[in-house]
């Protein structure tokens, strides 16, 4: 059926262009009517390799509408859903790295708001959400993270998000979207829910990055929760099996997370109020810079943001970014 809605939708419109993303970028140009934008998203999760996902992927570059690259920077691919089960520590470990002499380690988050629960609602609720690319790019520059909202920097994929929630399917969007790597960042770190889709992720982002870390977890995250292996590929391929017991840390339960239970959570965290949840807040700190080479091995890495959490007021940092973000937004209305 996939194939040959595919060869109508081609005889029916003059502008198609070949292949998968001939179609991503018909979609994009909003050159199909709702009803044939549903079925060629049905079709091309039936057609769903690393290769054709590969040139959808590629489409999404020539429509970002970024003309700035920071190349030393690490994209937290993040599935732009909300997590339920698990908090999002590499955002608290993103922020205690911030403090790193000479901005060694640079994060960089994206996603947009969705009629579902969505990871962005997380950094709105935390106040980390600039309202303009120039502000991402500023808070990015000065302060080593930041958020950028993909309604701004490419909107051609908000536009048809009524349609994908109205499908409810697992899309070829929602497995390319969180390496959409609006900054050009050379690192990235994703999540997978299990070898079986290695192999699939791994062929998909060969050569896009300097080097990227894949992380099993089980909700497709690359939080690290608990004890799991991290595959690195790229420059260097290797897999860091990590036991969390062996730094003194006990795993993340999975349960229930509604917005108000992440938010408290990370505030907590970042507030010393979790002692227990510490070792796992470094090793995912750890991860960050052993994946950017900065320390070469986890337990260096471990140390080093152990280092420097003992050593700053972090819940008066995460104020200070609140603050920040406060100062940008606030500029963007006066400037309006």
Known sequence: MGSRFLKRIKRENKKFNSGVAGVIRNILEGNYSDIKTAGALVCLKQHKSPKSYRKALEVLDEFKRINKAVKDSIEVAYPYRRKSFSPYFLI??????????????????????????????????????????????????????????????????????????????????????RYINPVGSEFSVGGIRSKR?????????????????????REGFPDIVGSTAVHIYGDREE???????????????????????????????????????????HINSSVLLYLKGEVSSLQEGFEL???LFDRYNYE????????????????????L
């Open 197 to 217: 889709e290695l192999d699939f992720y791994t062929q998909l982002l060969k050569g896009r990055y300097k080097r990227f870390a894949l992380i099993e977890d």
């Open 239 to 281: 897999v860091q099996e990590v036991d969390i017991s062996k730094f003194g840390g006990k795993p993340f339960l999975y349960r229930k997370l509604d917005l108000s239970s992440h938010i408290e959570f990370i505030n907590n965290l970042l507030s010393k109020k979790l002692p227990e949840y510490e070792p796992l807040l």
């Open 305 to 307: 943001s152990k280092e």
């Open 316 to 335: 008066q940092i995460l104020r200070n970014l609140q603050r920040y973000t406060d100062y940008l937004n606030y500029k963007n209305i006066y400037e």
């Open 92 to 177: 608290s470990a993103g922020i205690v790295l911030s403090l790193l002499p000479d901005s060694k380690i640079k994060v960089v988050f994206h996603g947009e708001n969705a009629p579902t629960a969505a990871t962005k609602d997380i950094f709105d609720y935390l106040n980390l959400s600039p309202i303009s690319t120039e502000d991402s790019f500023s808070m990015l520059e000065n302060l080593n993270i930041s958020f950028f909202n993909r309604k701004i920097f490419l909107p051609e994929v908000s536009s048809i998000t009524h349609i994908r929630v109205d499908l409810n399917i697992n899309d070829i969007f929602c497995h390319i979207e």
